[in-house]
T-cell receptor, first 114, second 115 residues
Framework: DAKTTQPPSMDCAEGRAANLPCNHS???????VYWYRQIHSQGPQYIIH???NNETNEMASLIITEDRKSSTLILPHATLRDTAVYYC???????????????FGTGTRLQVTL | GAVVSQHPSRVICKSGTSVKIECRSL??????MFWYRQFPKQSLMLMAT?????????EQGVEKDKFLINHASLTLSTLTVTSAHPEDSSFYIC???????????FGPGTRLTVT
């Protein structure tokens, strides 16, 4: 699986949009971009994933560049409860229903402040 | 949404004893479950992958005789830490993959402290 690079930490004011970047310049054509987050002392929580089109759900938006070498997770209106470590992961999904392992890097520690 | 539970949430045991941690998928079936370990201020490290009805696959450096994994049903996997030592103290997190979709859901974690 392609490796990812994320900034170690970011701050965001409550109510503002949090834009978390991820670089995955060696991503392959069949690798998806996944985002998870981990609030302190809890298990990771799935946020969103995509292949090449931008995606949006109730939690966040995922913007993937046209060359797929980087992406940005957007939390449109960050709250204090969004303070967590955010992990960007690339993995292969196969039509056979199997998927490669979720391998966690060091992620970005997002601190949302008043 | 899909829910994965773990029991216990916290456990303290004496050095040399064994501890069993349960991981259950509550509202979906999971042919594959994963066990991770996380030390303080570090990322999650995959320990092993378990498939229902077959032997677990361990990551390099993880002792299979020390960390026994059983995946006896489509909703239950257990991790037993045998002859625990203080260096096994960690946050153990399980994850289950829904057989209907590709998504992988995580449990809340079990904090193990070996004294």
């Amino acid at each position: 699986d392609a490796k990812t690079t994320q900034p170690p930490s970011m701050d965001c004011a409550e109510g503002r949009a949090a834009n978390l970047p991820c670089n995955h310049s060696t991503i392959s054509g069949n690798e998806y971009v996944y985002w998870y987050r981990q609030i302190h002392s809890q298990g990771p929580q799935y946020i969103i994933h995509g292949l090449k089109n931008n995606e949006t759900n109730e939690m966040a938006s995922l913007i993937i560049t046209e060359d797929r070498k980087s992406s940005t997770l957007i939390l449109p209106h960050a709250t204090l409860r969004d303070t967590a470590v955010y992990y960007c992961i690339v993995r292969v999904l196969l039509n056979t229903g199997t998927a490669s392992k979720l391998t966690f890097g060091t992620g970005t520690r997002l601190q949302v402040t008043l | 949404g899909a829910v994965v539970s773990q029991h216990p949430s916290r456990v303290i045991c004496k050095s040399g004893t064994s501890v069993k941690i349960e991981c259950r998928s509550l509202d979906f079936q999971a042919t594959t479950m994963f066990w991770y370990r996380q030390f303080p201020k570090q990322s999650l490290m995959l320990m092993a992958t378990s498939n229902e009805g077959s032997k677990a696959t361990y990551e390099q450096g993880v002792e299979k005789d020390k960390f026994l994994i059983n995946h006896a049903s489509l909703t239950l996997s257990t991790l037993t830490v045998t002859s625990a030592h203080p260096e096994d103290s960690s946050f153990y997190i399980c994850s289950a993959r829904d057989i209907r979709v590709y998504e992988q859901y995580f449990g809340p974690g079990t904090r193990l402290t070996v004294t």
